[in-house]
């Protein structure tokens, strides 16, 4: 048996979505040869510790089934933020390296929880400025978007910030509209 991880941006942010992986769900999953792998689910089951196992598909047609890491990045996350909760043990099918894999990622995901900019207008409102055809050319509208709804940067007096670490961006009621995660992704995932 393989011992590869999948990954969604689901398990990334340790959200649990309504339906974790319906039949059909596009997923990708590091590969112990380094590579990335792309794949499609054909069916869901459970660990006896609640670990959810996927059956995929990879792109090359190989049928697979994996555990996902969604309930150990709550875990994880949750036991950052709250010191009555205590830091849950890796799964004990998660190989070392792996292991140090993840927590990368888990630190990465708590620096940009930590480090915010906040702009000064409600996304909502500027959802219901656009207009349904909004093509971005018309200047005139443009201007008065611009003169709304500045840049995070424009706020500050100053040029573009030069971000080379993970944050987020919220609206002033706190939505947020971005995460960032600069170099996510090792040399070797991008250039695949």
Not at 2 to 27: A, C, D, E, H, Q
Not at 165 to 186: A, K, N, R, V
Request: proline share 11%.
């Amino acid at each position: 048996m393989n011992n590869f991880t999948p990954m969604t941006i689901w398990s990334l942010l340790g959200i649990p979505p309504p339906n974790p992986y319906p039949k059909g769900t596009r997923v990708w999953y590091n590969m112990s040869s380094g590579g990335l792998m792309f794949a499609t689910v054909d069916s869901t089951g459970r660990l006896p510790d609640g670990t959810i196992l996927l059956t995929i598909i990879d792109d090359d047609g190989e049928r697979v089934t994996l555990p996902d890491l969604a309930r150990y990045f709550r875990g994880r996350l949750r036991s950052l933020h709250s010191p009555s909760v205590p830091r849950p043990a890796p799964p004990p099918w998660l190989e070392p390296e792996a292991q140090a894999s993840v927590e990368r990622v888990i630190n990465m995901l708590e620096e940009a929880f930590k480090s915010s900019y906040t702009t000064t207008w409600d996304v909502r409102d500027y959802a219901a400025d656009l207009s349904p055809r909004q093509s971005g050319s018309n200047e005139e509208l443009e201007k008065k978007l611009l003169a709304r709804f500045p840049p995070i940067y424009e706020t500050a007096g100053s040029d573009i910030p030069y971000l080379d670490q993970p944050c987020h961006i919220t609206d002033w009621q706190g939505h947020i509209l971005l995460w960032y995660f600069p170099e996510m992704f090792s040399e070797q995932l991008r250039v695949l």
